[in-house]
């Protein structure tokens, strides 16, 4: 399985990519982890970053796509990955393409996680991780609770807020996220059939379940939420059940013709039949006229 987890941040694709590395066996290849590590280990990009991420911007094309060239040379994602948080571009999918494309494994699918813009502003500006356990919790949703214990040995969490979850940087993330990825790389991969839209509001569960009926699903097939535009709605048709939809429809609109013919003499009938009947009511004679008789 080769697939590109869309969405924005804070839609839970981070989480949702976890539990399928444990289901497919395929490891999760997130951009976002591999510049924080560049970060902390302080390397000339993660130098070069910091400010880009801090600021909620995107580090530039050429430097993403030459991290995810080295990370899929490597051995464990032969037999599949999930590509979480990238590509964020035009050209990064562009670049992923051709890269691909020379290594004869195409993807197989392209989620989208939608979740509501207020939502995604409350699950990122009170998300807290303990540095220490690396636990994340939410102010909001899921506050920090010992135990279970932090470390052994502590009974408290030491959580920080990440510079980037700041409500500013957080609505700075989202408008740039709508601006550079969501229209223009969904629009880039509608054309392909592999795009699936998932519902990610609600319990994580439900959403793991809505996402792997959706990649079971197969063949282009949306399933988790309505295809938002028409022409997406078409592509669902396979092609060879056009013919087979087309002659259903003729065979249902003749029957209807037909039956539009037949109204107007069934009528003309019971009209006769009525008359007849009327005309021998009228040629009956009355009780009183047979008594006078
Ligand atoms: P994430 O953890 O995926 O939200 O990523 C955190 C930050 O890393 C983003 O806000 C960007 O600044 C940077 N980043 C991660 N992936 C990419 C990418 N594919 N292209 C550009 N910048 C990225």
Redesign the pocket.
């Known amino acids: 399985m080769r697939i590109v987890f869309m969405g924005a941040?804070g839609s839970g694709k981070?989480t949702q990519a976890q539990r399928l590395v444990k289901h497919f066996g395929i490891p999760q290849i997130?951009?976002?982890?591999?510049?924080?590590k560049h970060l902390s280990e302080g390397t000339p990009l993660g130098l070069r970053?910091k400010e880009?991420?801090a600021?909620?911007?995107?580090?530039?094309?050429e430097?993403?796509l030459a991290i995810?060239r080295a990370r899929l040379s490597e051995p464990d994602a032969g037999k599949g990955f999930i590509l979480?948080?990238?590509?964020?571009?035009v050209a990064?999918a562009n670049g992923l393409s051709k890269m691909l494309s020379d290594l004869g494994t195409p993807l197989d699918a392209v989620v989208l996680f939608e979740v509501d813009n207020d939502q995604l502003i409350k699950r990122l500006s009170g998300r807290r991780v303990c540095e220490l356990c690396k636990n994340v919790f939410n102010v909001h949703t899921a506050p920090p609770s010992v135990p279970p214990e932090c470390v052994p040995g502590r009974s408290e969490h030491q959580v920080v807020q990440r510079p980037?979850d700041a409500e500013d940087t957080v609505r700075e993330?989202l408008r740039?996220y709508e601006e550079k990825t969501r229209k223009p790389v969904s629009g880039f991969y509608s054309y392909t059939g592999l795009v699936r839209t998932v519902d990610a509001e609600g319990d994580i569960d439900v959403v793991t379940k809505r996402l792997l009926d959706t990649l079971s699903a197969g063949g282009g097939t949306l399933v988790s939420k309505p295809a938002p535009k028409k022409r997406a709605a078409k592509r669902r048709v396979a092609p060879q059940a056009k013919p087979k939809a087309r002659a259903r429809k003729v065979v249902r609109k003749q029957a209807a013709r037909k039956a539009v013919k037949k109204k107007p003499a069934r009528r003309k009938v019971a009209r006769k039949r009525a008359a007849v009947r009327k005309v021998a009511r009228k040629a009956r004679p009355t009780r009183r006229a047979s008594k006078r008789r």
Do not use: E, K, W
């Open positions: 941040p981070g997130s951009t976002g982890d591999i510049l924080r970053a880009i991420m600021a909620g911007g995107y580090v530039d094309d430097t993403m995810i979480d948080g990238f590509p964020r571009t990064q980037d993330r740039v």
